[in-house]
């Protein structure tokens, strides 16, 4: 097998749940094979430097090989390779937003004309 369909991979290497999900984050634009844009049924082949978005985290991984078998995770992960730039960014992403507060207190509890207007966005 030299080339496969990038849905079918993805779904194939643990990114994605179903090959539907995968389907949808590729025509949503979360999934870019070698720096363009891609469609589902863009085929590819070892060595294609793969970008994609998942949640807050966004990996850049190169292809190793190739599969159409969902397998389970410590042979998925044989299929591509992270690069290091990548993994480097994410990590680095991850504790910005551990050091973030979770809840943002208010310095004080809102006025009459405020609580008025969170009213009446909230109806809408």
């Given at each position: ?6 849905d ?16 949808q984050a ?42 159409e ?6 042979q ?6 992270e ?8 990590e680095?992403?991850?504790?910005q ?10 310095s ?15 109806k809408?």
């Amino acid at each position: 097998m030299t080339k496969i369909r990038i849905d079918k991979w993805l779904w194939a290497a643990r990114f994605y749940k179903t090959r539907a999900i995968a389907k949808q984050a590729i025509e949503g634009g979360k999934v870019h094979c070698n720096g363009s844009r891609t469609k589902p049924s863009k085929e590819i082949g070892i060595g294609s430097l793969i970008r994609l978005r998942q949640g807050f985290d966004e990996k850049t991984v190169i292809v190793k090989n190739l599969t159409e078998n969902r397998q389970g995770a410590p042979q998925a992960q044989l299929l591509y390779d992270e690069t290091e730039e990548s993994r480097q960014k994410r990590e680095l992403m991850t504790q910005q937003r551990k050091s973030q507060p979770r809840h943002w207190p208010s310095s004080s509890k809102p006025n009459k004309k405020q609580r008025r207007l969170i009213q009446q966005f909230k109806k809408q």
